[in-house]
């Protein structure tokens, strides 16, 4: 999908109908070019101690866990100026979607990730029917000058076991956005540094007893 020139109301209309229509939306240059260089920035810049070994979202071992992925993460919040322009931005695609698909999207969570040599995520679902409600996933990238040979590809599957659907290099701006129930997707290893957010629209599934999601 190409965006040259327009407004990010028009450009996020157009993700909420490729959404609608495919269930998935992969945009070259989706991330304005103001708030990919600040996120770029920060998430360069942050301390080691802030990233920490990624989980899988159930019980699992370190090893196991280890076998699955091995990124490091670093949640985002709004108390940096990078922070706070990303989630706005999110916040603007959340309102263009919900109008279009009435999904009812809450909430979103966001985290960078750090990819080191070698690093990789294998096959998984970001959401599993009825035990979660993550509903929408987002990832962009932070990488200028990403090369065929530097590896760490985004690959989309359709369903598990066929063939990709989409190849994605982790290039500066690109933007991937995917129902999580749906697309299994894996990361293969990457031969340099890559940075990306991953980040989750919640429904929410309150109900009289409970709370959800509690923040
Ligand atoms: C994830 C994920 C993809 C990427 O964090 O769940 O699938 O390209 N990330 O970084
Ligand atoms: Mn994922």
């Not at 070259?28 to 979202?57: D, K, N, Q, Y």
């Not at 929408?136 to 590809?153: F, I, R």
Request: aromatic residues 10%; hydrophobic residues 35%.
């Amino acid at each position: 999908m190409e965006n040259s020139g327009i407004s990010a109301t028009e450009l996020f209309d157009q993700i909420a109908e490729e959404v609608y229509q495919k269930g998935v939306c992969l945009l070259r240059h989706g991330l304005p070019e103001a708030l990919g260089t600040a996120l770029a920035a920060e998430v360069r810049s942050l301390p080691e101690e802030r990233f920490s070994r990624a989980g899988i979202g159930r019980q699992a071992d370190h090893q196991t866990v280890e076998a699955i992925r091995r990124d490091e993460i670093c949640w985002i919040d709004k108390s940096t100026a990078a922070g706070h322009s990303w989630l706005e931005w999110a916040d603007g695609l959340k309102q263009a979607l919900n109008r279009r698909l009435f999904l009812g999207l809450f909430s979103f969570e966001s985290h960078y990730a750090h990819y080191r040599a070698g690093d990789y995520y294998k096959v998984h679902l970001d959401a599993f029917r009825g035990q979660q409600n993550r509903v929408l996933t987002v990832v962009t990238y932070l990488n200028p000058d990403w090369n065929d040979k530097d590896g760490g590809e985004l690959l989309i599957y359709p369903e598990k076991g066929s063939k990709p659907l989409l190849k994605v290099q982790p290039e500066f701006g690109t933007v991937v956005i995917f129902l999580s129930e749906e697309f299994p997707h894996e990361v293969l290893p990457t031969m340099t540094d890559r940075y990306s957010i991953a980040g989750w629209y919640r429904i929410n599934s309150s109900d009289s007893n409970r709370v959800d999601p509690e923040s």
